[in-house]
């Protein structure tokens, strides 16, 4: 598969490092990817969405010596987020 392109939140997979554009960027290596999900809205109506993603912050504009991640997966929300794959995880 070809890296360096923009992929969709479906086709995301454990090991992926992705650069991701929401408020900021952010560089991030997939650990669990989101997955489809049934929800509820207020009214009872059934509508699929997506879980987050847990994910490692490999680097962050926060991550310097005088302010670190005190944990190392986050969870992560990819809706209406631009997402670049930038390196295919090594499982494949």
Known sequence: M??????KME???VGDEVIV?????NYMQIVRPPKQKQYKDWHGNSYMGWT???CNRINSKFDSKW????????????????IWLVKR????
């Open 89 to 92: 995880g090594d499982n494949n």
């Open 52 to 54: 987050s993603a847990v």
């Open 11 to 13: 086709d995301l997979q």
């Open 67 to 82: 302010n670190r991640h005190d944990k190392t997966n986050v969870r992560f929300d990819f809706g209406y987020k631009s």
């Open 21 to 25: 554009r929401g408020a900021d960027l």
């Open 2 to 7: 070809e890296v360096n392109r923009a992929i």
